[in-house]
């Protein structure tokens, strides 16, 4: 049982390339999202899903595209890559919406955008 | 708008030395109130959910505790293991999705 995996662990990007972050969960969660942590800023919300082909935008969308074409997974597409996109990012799963029982989360892709 | 304030930033403890975090919320109308545990170069790990004012949990060294404006993350004789950033996060109204605090950063020294 593997959880939630992110791949790739580290990404360095040049200011206006685009790369796509994987995340897959063999839990069968319905629920999964993505999320970027910056220093003093806490996790915030990217965007999130309720399950396949159901996604929707949080708190800092501009600059992300995802879709849910599998319940297994989740990737987080990134347009054209900017320095403020510099961060660590985190999938999560859940086996229910508000997450209950508490989101399984990834180990993080930390990403520098140069 | 949801607010969560954790305290303090940082805590240092001597092994054995037992203390509390404190997480304060500004919601209306509390869902829930989750704890997590994160170590350096990793994801959160989920500790708690609590629901409603008066409701503990426990965890070996942990007891997390909820009243109507705060929560409190009481860890008793820490050891160095129990060092990480312990987050705070809370549901409410008719959003399922969480906001989350900022954390505590907790290191306890042998």
């Known amino acids: 049982n593997a959880g939630v995996t992110q791949t790739p662990k580290f990404q360095v990007l040049k200011t206006g390339q685009s790369m796509t972050l994987q995340c897959a969960q063999d839990m069968n969660h319905e629920y999964m999202s993505w999320y970027r942590q910056d220093p003093g800023m806490g996790l915030r919300l990217i965007h999130y899903s309720v399950g396949a082909g159901i996604t929707d935008q949080g708190e800092v969308p501009n600059g992300y595209n995802v879709s849910r074409s599998t319940t297994e997974d989740f990737p987080l597409r990134l347009l054209s890559a900017a320095p403020s996109q510099t961060s660590v990012y985190f999938c999560?799963?859940?086996?229910?919406?508000?997450?209950?029982?508490?989101?399984?989360f990834g180990s993080g892709t930390r990403l520098t955008v140069v | 708008e949801d607010q969560v304030t954790q305290s303090p930033e940082a805590l240092r403890l001597q092994e054995g030395e037992s203390s509390s975090l404190n997480c304060s919320y500004t919601?209306?109308?509390?869902?829930?109130l989750f704890w997590y545990r994160q170590d350096p170069g990793k994801g959160p790990e989920f500790l708690f959910t609590l629901y409603s004012a008066g409701e503990e949990k426990e965890k070996e060294r942990l007891k997390a505790t909820l009243t109507k404006k705060e929560s409190f993350l009481h860890i008793t004789a820490p050891k160095p293991e129990d060092s990480a950033t312990y987050l705070c996060a809370v549901t409410s109204g008719g959003s399922y999705i969480p906001t989350f605090g900022r954390g505590t950063s907790l290191i306890v020294h042998p």
């Open positions: 919601v209306s109308g509390l869902r829930g």
């Open positions: 999560a799963s859940s086996y229910g919406f508000e997450g209950v029982a508490g989101y399984t």
